[in-house]
């Protein structure tokens, strides 16, 4: 992503819980990208800017958002379960029942684009198809992130100690040396 003056910098591995807010917020610029491509060029071909734009939030999806939600089941979810109360753990099964929603929606969405353009046109229903699961994704990603940001991520900061956050950022860290 472009570096913008002014713009508040990325957290670090040392905040872990602040990398997962920044990763939100890239989920929510690259998905915009494939909702208003969806919106905007149906029923005709992608211009060059347009299959740019599209390539790129796909392969963010594909290395960035995967690699998320490793983060959180892998690293952040396994240790709230642990000391969770019974709310917590619904809290966290749904959040893992969206995390299985949304891979069945990228991969319908990776598909149709690639489709599109790789053959330069998407015929009717496909198009219809692409508007309506990526305007889901939003709604899903929307409803996740809210939940994530207001409850589960305070109540890590709240819950976790100092020693357990920092295995968590050397986790995310490690995870990224794994995919780069």
Known sequence: ?????????DSG?????GMLKD?????EHFLDIL?????????????EEERSAVKAALQYFHVGGQ???????????????AIAATETSEILARL???????DDLHASIDW????????????????????????TLKRLYADHIRIEE?????HAALTLNSQTLAEIGREFSIRRKQTS
């Open 1 to 9: 992503m472009a570096v913008q003056i002014g713009a508040k910098p």
């Open 13 to 17: 591995f040392e905040d872990p819980i």
């Open 23 to 27: 990763c939100h917020r890239r989920i």
């Open 35 to 47: 909702c208003v491509v969806a919106q905007r060029a149906a029923n005709r071909s992608l211009t």
């Open 67 to 81: 690699r998320h939600t490793r983060d959180e089941e892998e690293s952040l979810f396994p240790r709230l379960h």
């Open 96 to 102: 893992l029942r969206d995390h299985g929603n949304a």
């Open 112 to 135: 149709l684009y690639t489709e599109w353009i790789s053959s330069g046109v998407l015929d009717e229903a496909d198009q219809a198809t692409l508007l309506f699961h990526t305007e």
């Open 150 to 154: 207001n409850e589960v991520f305070p």
